[in-house]
């Protein structure tokens, strides 16, 4: 399996970033697949997820009504829109996937058995 994260780099605070993480190695269309991130001192933290179908969506609140969650199981992709970045959002974003039984888990990070390498988002002030 395999998962790779791109679509990171340098913003200015309030501009807008596009992830993509393309999944191989496992059956995408029934899987849930999650981004968290990691800033420097910091624990991983949950982001954003999405379930198979794309019916189910489940943000931290601190993203709410500015990040979103989509994919697209042709491509076997999935993507983070983020709009109005902080520099709160500087961090290293993974993608993940996971057989998560319900979205009540979807923040756990024990939930997904498969990791992206991350990629890498700045955020200037």
């Known amino acids: 399996v395999q998962l790779q994260a791109s679509g990171g780099g340098l913003v200015q605070a309030g501009g807008s970033l596009r992830l993509s993480c393309i999944v191989s190695?496992?059956?995408?269309?029934?899987?849930?697949l999650g981004w968290f991130r990691q800033a420097p001192g910091k624990e991983r933290e949950f982001v954003a997820a999405?379930?198979?179908?794309?019916?189910?969506?489940r943000y931290t609140d601190s993203v709410k009504g500015r990040f979103s969650i989509s994919r697209d199981n042709a491509k076997n992709t999935v993507y983070l829109q983020m709009n109005s970045l902080k520099p709160e959002d500087a961090a290293v974003y993974y993608c993940?996937?996971?057989?998560?039984?319900?979205?009540?888990?979807?923040?756990?990070?024990?939930?997904?058995?498969?990791w992206g390498q991350g990629t890498q988002v700045t955020v200037s002030s």
């Open positions: 999405i379930s198979w179908s794309g019916s189910t969506t």
């Open positions: 993940a996937a996971g057989s998560v039984r319900d979205s009540y888990y979807y923040p756990l990070i024990r939930e997904y058995e498969d």
């Open positions: 190695g496992r059956t995408f269309s029934t899987t849930t």
